[in-house]
């Protein structure tokens, strides 16, 4: 007897659920007032709402829909629309130095608060990486200071 597809999509989805982070699939928000929902459908229960350019990890996507996690790692649904292929990523020391290049000698080009969405440029060598504020000021932070890598 062979499985429904459908059982058989929902077993690979609740697989890829559990799975390492291992070549993790971070998006951003893309705009202001992104809902994200318990479940993934619009009739589904309304949780909260998310900010621009908000990191996440996406986990499961589906029809649309994408499971995703967030810095806190709370699971929720968000419309796939919703998201951005810009990476961000955000400050999770209480204060951070972007510094203007990869070397605790190197000046500090701008610091960030903890909860600071940044832009990730590109990771850099030895635990760096290089992120621009909205502004326009760029800098290598440390990457055991920001989430969403």
Excluded: C
């Excluded at 202001?32 to 990191?55: C, K, M």
């Amino acid at each position: 007897m062979t499985a429904h597809p459908a059982a058989r999509l929902l077993v690979i989805a609740l697989l890829a659920a559990g799975a390492p982070a291992a070549g993790a699939d971070f998006r951003s928000i893309a705009a202001n007032g992104t809902i994200l929902y318990d479940a993934p459908s619009a009739r589904a229960r309304r949780l909260f709402v998310v900010s621009q350019y908000t990191p996440v990890e996406v986990v499961v996507s589906i029809e649309g829909w994408a499971k995703v996690r967030d810095q806190a790692g709370e699971l929720n649904w968000v419309e796939r629309k919703a998201l951005s292929e810009l990476r961000t990523v955000v400050v999770t020391a209480a204060t951070a130095g972007a510094r203007q290049a990869p070397s605790e000698q190197a000046e500090i080009a701008f610091q960030a608060s903890r909860g600071v969405a940044l832009e990730l440029v590109e990771l850099a060598s030895e635990g760096w990486v290089r992120v621009r504020h909205r502004d326009g000021q760029t800098g290598f932070m440390r990457a055991s200071q920001l989430w969403g890598l």
